[in-house]
């Protein structure tokens, strides 16, 4: 199953013009509400604190291993004309096939939800660390301008909504189910041997680890005849019939 380093906004001296709070305030508040969503869908992640740097976040993923690294900012127009720009940016390396192709999939999909469409663009850059140094396929997305009254009201109002657009993103990246969260129950496998974890809902997925009977297991989600259980440090799809 698929890993993401999540890098919401460090940033807390970007202050929202609505007065509500910071840039790394409402990028992590998106970042909580993506959770469940990653969760149902399999996708395991690895999240920056509000303490760390763009830097520091490139650094600890880069120390790992990961699928794709996401970047979650809201944008400035900045001096002279501050507040009077809209709109979506997805930025990637312009070398990167893979970045390319993510930022393509999260534009196309937050078209769907942002009131100005025409407005969401993908960018290449050389210039911002989270893309340009990353070792995995990065896109940083600059969700809307902070500067501007109407875009952050709409980050403000729409969390859930922009949640779920991008945890879709990501699983069409991915080529994955996209699982609406359930509330999480523990379950417990009932077979005589054991129960194999696929990484895809089907049979003739490959298997990620096989499950003893009588073991307990974290359902959060389902597929057709599947859940998406982890166990311990795996996360998959497991034969729903064989657990209560």
């Not at 501050?82 to 999909?109: E, K, L, M």
């Not at 990620?208 to 982890?230: E, F």
Request: net charge negative; glycine share 8%; charged share 15%.
């Amino acid at each position: 199953m698929p890993i993401i380093y999540l890098s919401p906004s460090t940033q807390e001296s970007n202050l929202y013009v609505t007065g509500t709070g910071s840039e790394e305030y409402w990028m992590n508040r998106l970042a909580d509400a993506m959770i469940p969503y990653l969760n149902s869908c399999g996708i395991r992640y690895t999240r920056n604190t509000p303490d760390m740097t763009a830097a520091s976040s490139i650094r600890q993923a880069n120390q790992g291993w990961y699928d794709f690294y996401l970047a979650l900012h809201s944008n400035a127009a900045g001096a002279g004309n501050y507040g009077g720009v809209r709109g979506i940016i997805a930025f990637y390396y312009p070398t990167s096939t893979q970045g390319q192709r993510a930022a393509q999939i999260f534009v196309n999909n937050l078209r769907e939800i942002y009131p100005l469409p025409d407005k969401v663009t993908t960018r290449s850059t050389t210039t911002l660390g989270e893309v340009r140094d990353s070792k995995f396929p990065a896109v940083l997305l600059e969700l809307g301008y902070h500067d501007n009254y109407e875009d952050a009201r709409w980050i403000e109002t729409h969390l859930t909504e922009i949640a779920q657009n991008l945890v879709l993103s990501l699983t069409d990246f991915f080529g994955i189910p996209f699982i609406w969260p359930t509330n999480p129950w523990e379950g417990t496998v009932r077979v005589s041997g054991t129960l194999n974890l696929r990484s895809r809902p089907n049979t003739s997925a490959s298997v990620l680890t096989s499950i003893p009977g009588g073991a307990m297991v974290r359902v959060y989600g389902q597929y057709g005849d599947w859940y998406v259980v982890r166990y311990g440090d795996y996360v998959g799809y497991a034969a729903a019939q064989y657990i209560s």
